[in-house]
């Protein structure tokens, strides 16, 4: 690999504070952390940047609202994002602020560079101009004479003003674009923003005067006018690494991955590249565009009341879970709904069953079956176990590559593919029994040692997402050693060493109960009657057994439908409609409670001959089961 492809630098916009974080902001922020805590596990030289927008009319206004300056308004919000990014354990290494000495003084230097280049001029603007978007718009751009962002009718303005000659690039950038296909991604933005350039590109009107807006960095070849907002604030990427001599400027510049939302697009899409090349500075290298985070299917907006505080739900639920969950629910490119009740679900069928069960299973087994609870030392791999090492060392590769395309959703489905194969390999290789055998000491060792490896080769691959919950791990099977915890030593199987101390721990993610008091209120009401009373002797008939799942399926052209092969002393078919509630790969092993005298009944064509006990819960249904001294065929009593 060259060197070269040994740099990543990570970017978020800069915040405007004229509002409190909110989940949009948080999202930006932790798929930035996540992208960056990769790429240092995997040994690239990394630089990660975020920070605060501070200047432009709207916080002009916002400050005259409060009864403040603007730089106080704009140092106690900036604040609240510089405060939150640790609770939300943001690993960034600069925090950038546009009323900054330094970036100020890039600014101005970009300014005089590019005036006098001669793409700087000075004209007579008038427009309708918005506010809200510190901009003007042609007449053709409003609809039913309105901003089309916020709704408002813009006011006419007409203004002398400076005026960056961006034009003057339209064709260049078309080129630059058409070359790069994967400049802007995903796609659709990239068309995006290729649409835009199909219409003729005007000049940027890029001062405001100070006659009416003081907030903002003057002009090096002016002091009675102050720059745009987004001529400003889009130079922060070069700013924040030492523009145009500083050490990280060189290394890091141009291999830029910009983060931002949808509706920053023409920005960064047009104005910074043309901004770039005007100045002799070579493009970043991708611009990268997620989509919204709804509410009810609507944008959040403070208006509307629907904003999600980052710090309530991750009081609330962990921050692991909130993090993980905003990377596998949302398909980066796209809008995403969020539901505090679709958390939940994830929390308790990802997280609490899959990997914190995964977890609990195995160094349970481990503690108990292996000498003075140290990792063992395994045995030459057996013919069965070939599955889940290849599995295993091949899981890296396919994380990357969902990386690379910004497919954070896709690299979580393949880490609890393996989690689900480990959960297999547990029920096929059954541990317990060779724990039964002398004779078998050394395949359970083996059994036992891949178990763990697999759990450390987890670990790393979700460190990334869910940095506490990943260290947890690495203390359970003990993984001291950094060394042990990076991507180089999980590309081939058999890195974690013997004797390390293992250790059992709490739950590491505990099933969440209910989502909303009022619910569970909701809940309690709907409770159904205690039906009539029966005699001893007619519930003596009711014959209950113990049953262990050994195969599991969906019913073809059913949602719900699963069928089951049950041990219970005898093999049995029955089918169940639990398929919204359970995946048949989850099924398989557990021991669980059936009607073993119920007469048999056929579903959408398969005969079921029994009936398995569950109940409700807040998230559906849950099965009742046995821990693993059950017998198979047992009576229940």
Not at 66 to 83: G, I, L
Not at 85 to 106: G, S
Not at 432 to 441: R, T, V
Request: hydrophobic share 40%; glycine share 6%.
């Amino acid at each position: 690999m060259a060197m070269e492809e040994k740099i990543f630098y990570v970017t978020t916009p800069i915040y405007y504070v004229n509002a409190s974080p909110h989940i949009g902001h948080a999202y930006t922020t932790i798929v930035a952390d996540v992208m960056a805590r990769f790429y240092r596990l995997s040994g690239y030289r990394t630089f990660f940047m975020t920070g605060t927008d501070e200047h432009g009319d709207k916080i002009a206004e916002a400050a005259r609202k409060a009864n403040t300056t603007p730089k106080s308004y704009a140092d106690m919000v900036s604040a609240q994002f510089r405060e939150l990014w640790p609770q939300l354990a943001i690993t960034n290494d600069y925090f950038i602020r546009t009323t900054d000495e330094n970036h100020v003084k890039t600014v101005q230097l970009i300014l005089k560079k590019v005036y006098d280049a001669g793409d700087i001029y000075f004209g007579k603007y008038e427009g309708y101009y918005c506010v809200g978007c510190e901009r003007f718009y042609m007449e053709t751009e409003l609809v039913d004479g309105k901003c089309p962002d916020h709704q408002v009718e813009p006011e006419f303005r007409q203004e002398n003003n400076y005026f960056f000659r961006m034009s003057r690039y339209q064709d260049w950038l078309i080129d630059y674009i058409k070359g790069k296909p994967d400049f802007i991604r995903p796609e659709r933005y990239r068309n995006e923003v290729l649409a835009f350039l199909r219409e003729p590109l005007e000049d940027l009107c890029i001062s405001r005067p100070k006659s009416r807006l003081e907030w903002g960095i003057t002009l090096p070849f002016d002091d009675d006018y102050v720059t745009y907002v987004w001529f400003d604030a889009l130079i922060n990427y070069i700013s924040g690494i030492g523009y145009p001599y500083g050490e990280n400027f060189k290394t890091f510049w141009p291999w830029a991955e910009h983060l931002i939302a949808k509706d920053i697009v023409k920005p960064h899409g047009i104005y910074w590249p043309t901004m770039l090349k005007a100045a002799g500075i070579e493009p970043f290298r991708h611009l990268n565009v997620h989509g919204y985070w709804n509410v009810e299917q609507s944008k959040m907006s403070k208006s509307l009341g629907n904003v999600v505080r980052p710090l309530d739900l991750k009081d609330k639920y962990g921050l692991d879970a909130f993090r993980y969950f905003l990377l596998r629910d949302m398909v980066f490119g796209l809008d995403s709904t969020f539901s505090e009740e679709s958390l939940v679900a994830r929390i308790n069928s990802d997280l609490a069953n899959d990997l914190g069960n995964l977890v609990s299973r195995v160094t349970a087994m481990a503690v108990k079956y292996c000498r003075e609870g140290k990792v063992p030392r395994p045995g030459a791999p057996a013919p069965e176990d070939e599955g889940l090492i290849s599995r295993g060392e091949g899981l890296f590769p396919q994380v990357e590559a969902a990386f690379r395309e910004l497919a954070f959703h896709k690299a979580l489905i393949e880490i609890w593919g393996f989690i689900n194969l480990t959960n297999k390999y547990i029920v096929e290789r059954e541990p317990w029994n060779l724990a039964k055998d002398k004779a078998a000491g050394e395949r359970l060792e083996t059994v036992i040692y891949n178990l763990l490896e697999s759990l450390r080769v987890v670990a790393v691959l979700v460190s990334p997402f869910m940095p506490d919950a990943a260290e947890k791990i690495f203390a359970q099977v003990g993984v001291r050693d950094g060394a042990l915890k990076n991507h180089e030593s999980i590309k081939k199987w058999g890195g974690l060493p013997a004797g390390g101390t293992l250790a059992r721990a709490e739950a590491l993610f505990p099933r969440v109960e209910s989502v909303m008091e009022e619910k569970v209120e909701e809940k309690k009401e709907a409770t159904a009657p205690v039906k009539p009373e029966i005699s001893y002797e007619e519930f003596q008939k009711v014959d209950l057994r113990v049953a262990k799942v050994v195969e599991a399926e969906r019913v073809p052209k059913s949602t719900k439908l699963i069928k089951m092969k049950i041990d219970m002393g005898e093999e049995r078919t029955i089918v169940a409609g639990i398929g919204a509630d359970y995946k048949p790969e989850d099924l398989v092993g557990k021991l669980i409670a059936v009607v073993a005298n119920l007469k048999p009944a056929k579903l959408m064509g398969v005969e079921s001959r029994g009936m398995l006990l569950a109940t409700d819960a807040e998230s559906g249904l849950t099965l009742l089961t046995f821990d693993g001294k059950a017998k198979p065929g047992a009576q229940i009593r």
